[in-house]
């Protein structure tokens, strides 16, 4: 399979992934030549999907990894430096790697990156170029990537960059979050 084929298919499992959903719609064109960013994924709180509806929307980097077979917990992948800082001063990412054994056998791993936790990560390459990260097998429940963009949102909006920008992230070991589950 060659690079323009394992993207498609990587950004086809992301999208069949949304339609099991009525409350999410994207943006995540093929091919696309943008620096850092794939697309966007939006979430609503009505299956409707109307402009008052809209709870947020979460920047995504959709990556296609061929396989012979799947990662049974997670799967690692190289991060960047430079999208990692783009991510960073642009409210963070949802980092989506999906493995492939052929173009109909698909299974999407994650990681959300909030930018508290990109912080930490560029603190901890100091002049490395890339790193690689390890990523969680994305549930196979119907919600599952709702529940976890709901999340990045929540989370996002409470980590304004000028709030944590000056801090060390040493600050942070021990902080609370909460978990939002649409009923």
Do not use: C
Request: overall charge positive; proline content about 4%.
């Amino acid at each position: 399979m060659n690079t323009k084929k394992i993207e498609e298919v990587a950004v086809a499992a992301v999208r069949n992934e949304i339609l099991r959903n009525d409350l999410l719609s994207d943006e995540i064109p093929v091919n696309d030549k943008t620096p850092s960013w794939d697309g966007e994924i939006w979430v609503y709180n009505n299956k409707k999907q109307k402009k008052n509806d809209l709870y947020g929307k979460v920047p995504v980097q959709v990556k296609g990894k061929k396989v012979s077979e799947f990662s049974k917990e997670g799967t690692k992948f190289p991060i960047k430096k430079v999208d990692l800082e783009n991510y960073f001063t642009n409210g963070g990412i949802l980092y989506l790697v999906i493995e492939m054994v052929d173009s109909d056998n698909t299974q999407i791993f994650y990681q959300s990156l909030l930018p508290i936790d990109i912080k930490k990560i560029l603190e901890e390459m100091m002049e490395q170029k890339s790193i690689k990260k390890q990523f969680k097998k994305l549930p196979s429940t119907h919600r599952a990537l709702e529940f976890i963009i709901r999340n990045f949102i929540h989370h996002s909006r409470k980590q304004g960059i000028p709030l944590i920008s000056d801090i060390k992230v040493k600050e942070f070991d021990t902080y609370s979050t909460k978990i939002i589950v649409p009923m």
